[in-house]
């Protein structure tokens, strides 16, 4: 069974650096891109970034001075780190298998 | 970046009504593949993102065929036949023809 888990702080002040970690199962990181997604709380959607399956990298213009993608195939893992946070970035992230399967996202607030 | 633009509904829709949600892209979607590069989900309250249709008209497993997605390169409609209780939600779509992906800003489908 195919499945995303985003785990991390939920709560972040501002200036520092956000750490996520999304674990899958049922898949291979080298046979599929894991995309991040971001909601802030009753908003719509913005994607950031991807970890293509050959490990190759993408971000979002708006978000790549501060953002990277990382991931550690062993362990099924693919990692968000995005620095300078602000409460604009309060938000539900989201990881994704090439925008099909979702996992529930988590919730990280930035706030002192 | 292109831009994604949906339409609004005019709800509440009437348990049994058919609703038609539409989205126009900035750039068109259609590839020299002859595929056109768009997604809908729908995302019920308090969860995930859904994928239901992608390539603009295919839909994904397990999708009831009460969803169907049509249209040009650049404007196109979901449909949604007989709506139900479980299709509540807020309905978006997405480009991924061109990084950074982006989606349209929402619709909201409320039943009567």
């Known amino acids: 069974q195919v499945q995303l888990k985003e785990s991390g702080p939920g709560l972040v002040q501002p200036s520092q650096t956000l750490s996520l970690t999304c674990t899958v199962s049922?898949?291979?990181?080298?046979?599929?891109?894991v995309h991040w997604v971001r909601q802030p709380p009753g908003k719509g959607l913005e994607w950031m970034g991807r970890m293509k399956y050959d490990g190759d990298t993408y971000y979002n213009s708006a978000l790549k001075s501060r953002l990277s993608i990382s991931r550690d195939t062993s362990k099924s893992q693919v990692f968000l780190k995005m620095n300078s946070l602000q409460t604009e970035d309060t938000a539900i992230y989201y990881c994704t298998r090439d925008n099909s399967i979702w996992g529930q996202g988590t919730l990280v607030t930035v706030s002192s | 970046d292109i831009v994604m633009t949906q339409g609004a509904l005019p709800n509440p829709v009437p348990s049994g009504e058919s609703a038609s949600i539409t989205c126009q892209s900035s750039k068109s979607l259609l590839h020299s593949n002859g595929k056109t590069y768009l997604n809908w989900y729908l995302q019920r309250p308090g969860q995930s993102p859904q994928l239901l249709i992608y390539?603009?008209?295919t839909r994904a497993s397990g999708v009831s065929d009460r969803f169907s997605g049509s249209g040009s390169g650049t404007d196109f409609t979901l449909k949604i036949s007989s709506v139900e209780a479980e299709d509540v939600g807020v309905y978006y779509c997405q480009q991924f023809l061109e990084y950074p992906l982006t989606f349209g800003s929402g619709t909201k489908l409320e039943i009567k």
């Open positions: 049922g898949f291979s990181l080298m046979d599929y891109s």
């Open positions: 390539w603009m008209s």
